[in-house]
Nanobody, 124 residues
């Protein structure tokens, strides 16, 4: 089992920045690929970014490419999402997810463990 706890969400003006964190506990964090997803009410949870077990590979949704950066610190068992140049359309609940495999995937169904989510609100 892996437990995931997100933090760092909040209210920010358009153009601002936030950094989300996801603290992992349980099984070996470094053996898992990790991802960030987001969801707004009435819509499907969508892929945002993912990172491989060793941080060597990353993937981003087109909507956040160039603005968001995913990273991980295995010594701290923590996943990060640095979000810059935020837009009102980035408003959502952001979820951290872990995949019991080395390599990244972008589909929600490929992830085995989920955090409870953290709200990000971007005002115009």
């Amino acid at each position: 089992q892996v437990q995931l706890v997100e933090s760092g969400g909040g209210l920010v003006q358009a153009g601002g920045s936030l950094r989300l964190s996801c603290a992992a506990s349980g099984r070996t964090f470094s053996a898992y690929a990790m991802g960030w997803f987001r969801q707004v009410p009435g819509k499907e949870r969508e892929f945002v970014a993912a990172i491989s077990w060793n941080g060597g590979s990353t993937n981003y949704a087109d909507s956040v490419k160039g603005r968001f950066t995913i990273s991980r610190d295995s010594a701290k068992n923590t996943l990060y999402l640095q979000m810059n140049s935020l837009k009102p359309e980035d408003t959502a609940v952001y979820y951290c997810a872990a995949r019991a495999a080395y390599w990244i995937r972008t589909q929600r169904a490929d992830y085995d463990y989920w955090g409870q989510g953290t709200q990000v609100t971007v005002s115009s």
